[in-house]
C-alpha cells in the first residue's frame, strides 16, 4: 500500500542547454523537458530535482527526446506544477531562482539573494542559513564585503525590475512620466523688467 507521500507528484520543467558532437561553436542546443517526480524523492534539506536531472534522469531522458544529445551544459527549473500545489510553498528544491527570492522575503530570512547569481547557490545559502544561522550569517557578511560595489549596481537593478515587473522582458516599457520642474514665484521691479526684455 502507498503512502500519502507517494501520492503526490510532481512535473519539473527544466530548461537549459546541451551539447552535441557538431562543430565547435554549434554544438551547443537549447532544450526543455518535462521530469516527473514523486515526493519520496525529494528530501527538502538535501536533495534537489536539478540534482536529481543532472544524475538521474537526464542521461536517460535527454537522448531519447534529443538524439543528438552528448551531455549537459547548463540547466535550470523552469516551473513546477504539483498534484498538493501547497507543497510548493516549502520545497526549496523545487524553486526557481524568483521563487526562492520570494521565499526568503516571506519567511524573512536574513539571506541576500544579491550576493548569489544562479538559483544552486541561492538554495544552498538557504539551507546553510537553517543549518547554522550565525556561522552562515558570517560568511555572508565576509562576501558581501568582498562584493560590495557589485551589489549596490545590483540593487538599483533589482529596484527597477521591482518598478517595471516584466514589461522589461516584453519590451513594452512604460515610460516615467514627466518630472515636475521646480517652480517659483519671483517679483520685478520695473528696472529688473526692462533688463529682462533687452
Known amino acids: 500500500m502507498k503512502s500519502a507521500l507517494e501520492d503526490i507528484h510532481y512535473i519539473v520543467t527544466i530548461t537549459g542547454y ?3 558532437q557538431e562543430a565547435k561553436g554549434e554544438n551547443v542546443h537549447e532544450y526543455e523537458i518535462d521530469v516527473p517526480l514523486n515526493h519520496k ?18 542521461p536517460v531522458m535527454m ?11 547548463t540547466h535550470k ?17 523545487l524553486m526557481n531562482f524568483k521563487q526562492l527570492v520570494r521565499y526568503i522575503r516571506t519567511n524573512g530570512l536574513p539571506v541576500k539573494h544579491e550576493l548569489y547569481d544562479d538559483e544552486g547557490s ?3 545559502a538557504i539551507r546553510s542559513y537553517k543549518k547554522d544561522a550565525e556561522g552562515f550569517l558570517k560568511v555572508q557578511k565576509i562576501t558581501q564585503e568582498r562584493i560590495g560595489p557589485t551589489l549596490a549596481k545590483q540593487s538599483v537593478a533589482d529596484q527597477m525590475m521591482e518598478q517595471y515587473g516584466d514589461s522589461f522582458v516584453k519590451g513594452k516599457v512604460t515610460p516615467l512620466p514627466p ?3 521646480p517652480t517659483a514665484k519671483v517679483e520685478l521691479d520695473d528696472e529688473e523688467l526692462a533688463l529682462a526684455e533687452f
Open 122 to 124: 541561492l538554495r544552498a
Open 63 to 73: 537522448p531519447k527526446k534529443y538524439p543528438d544529445y552528448t551531455g549537459l551544459y
Open 77 to 93: 527549473i523552469k516551473q513546477t506544477q504539483c498534484s498538493e500545489p501547497s507543497r510548493l510553498l516549502e520545497n526549496i528544491g
Open 18 to 20: 546541451y551539447y552535441t
Open 179 to 181: 518630472a515636475k520642474k
Open 41 to 58: 524523492q525529494l528530501d527538502d534539506d538535501k536533495v534537489s530535482a536539478i540534482s536529481l536531472f543532472k544524475h538521474n534522469y537526464a
